[in-house]
């Protein structure tokens, strides 16, 4: 990381975070090891860019609770899955990333009316 004279803590830790949630999906999902497969290698990178180009830099709340849907509609679905499978997950594999995650996913408290879930033309959903 040259050039660049700030950093951003925040970012660097969803960065990470966002990285590690797409690997464990993808190696759950997808069975590869250690390399991503073309389609999540290009919604990580996607991810990355999102996120560089992030507008609350220092500030920046996590993905889920951030105001600025910066996502393009078909990515944020996926990412949004990444993160529903790969979240608790997390607490595992990486459990300072996770918890500071749930931590400031927590901040604004969001209204209590509970949202639709969403049901997809043909969810196949194991039920859990
Ligand atoms: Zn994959």
Known sequence: ???SGKTNRGLERERRT??????I??????RTRGELCAECRRLH?????????????EDKPTCAQCPVHCYQPALRERIREVMRYAGPRMLWRHPWLAICHLLEGRKPAPSSVPRKRQVASSEADRSE
């Not at 999906?25 to 997808?30: G, Q, V």
Request: net charge positive; with cysteine.
């Open 18 to 23: 966002v990285a590690a949630m797409i690997r």
């Open 45 to 57: 990178d996607y991810a990355m860019g999102r996120l560089d180009r992030c507008p609350f830099g």
């Open 25 to 30: 999906y993808c190696r759950d999902r997808h």
């Open 1 to 3: 990381m040259a050039g």
